[in-house]
Each structure stands twice: as structure tokens, then as C-alpha cells.
């Protein structure tokens, strides 16, 4: 007899309001999604895929901007072991140096020595790399002294 009750009250239980998710409909159970749970989970995997889209899209152009900063470091550094090893000559003045890059669109390094008054042969040596990555101009530069003959 408790068995019964136990039943009978299971069933009640589907007839309130709260329940009518789990209710059985025209005698059938309700299985599946609904249209608009669907519909709503279709939206939220296009918003998620268009913000995946957008931050890849940021992430090739940061990633090629880096590279091109890398690249304008290593060409710096380079300039300034040619001057210290006396390759580069120290004549006063501005001058462009001829350079070949993989990573930026342009890119032109300036070399630029002032001898200075005291002590005899110390050089200010600048040298400034300009890259254009994406149609943006970044600047990259290095200020040192240097020994050279008086």
C-alpha cells in the first residue's frame, strides 16, 4: 500500500506548474532541445568564434610588429660592433646606412657621431633604426660613446 501512495504522489507531482518541463505531453515524454535553446546556443558559439577570430587576426600583426622590432635590435646592434671594431668610420655628422630587412615594409638606419671635446677621441655615437610595420612608423635607437682616434 506505501508503494502505491509513493506512486500516486509521483504522479501529482507532474501535474503542478513547477514540473511541466518533466510533464508528459499528449501521453509522450519530452525529449530533446527546443528551438529557441538552439537557437541561443547557436548565438553564443558565433560570438565566441568572432572574438576567436578577431584576437587571431591581433595576434598575426603583434607577432609581425615583434619580429620587426627583433630585427631593427639585431640590425642596431650590428651597426654598433661594426663602429667599435672600427669598420664604420667616425666622421662627424648624420648618415643613412643601407640595409636589407625581412620582417617591416622599410626600414633605414641613421648613424650619427659627435666628437666630443674632453677626453680626445671619444665619439656620441646614435644610431637609430625607423621600420614601418603595417603602415605605422616604430623607432628603435641606441646612444653610446665610443673611443676612435683623436
Known sequence: ???ERQRYRALLD???PSMIGLAMRNGRRRCGFSLIETL?????????MTIGMSLLAQ???????????HEALRIVES???SVRAGAVPLSSGRVELPVE???SDAMTVWLEV???AEPAGLHEVTIEARYVVKRRTLR????TLVWGSP
Not at 595576434?59 to 622590432?69: D, F, K, L
Open 59 to 69: 595576434q598575426t600583426g603583434i607577432t609581425r610588429r615583434v619580429q620587426a622590432h
Open 1 to 3: 500500500m506505501p508503494r
Open 140 to 143: 628603435r635607437s641606441v646612444r
Open 14 to 16: 507532474l501535474r503542478r
Open 40 to 48: 541561443v546556443a547557436l548565438a553564443i558559439v558565433a560570438l565566441t
Open 79 to 81: 651597426t654598433l660592433e
Open 101 to 103: 630587412t625581412v620582417h
Open 114 to 116: 659627435l666628437p666630443r
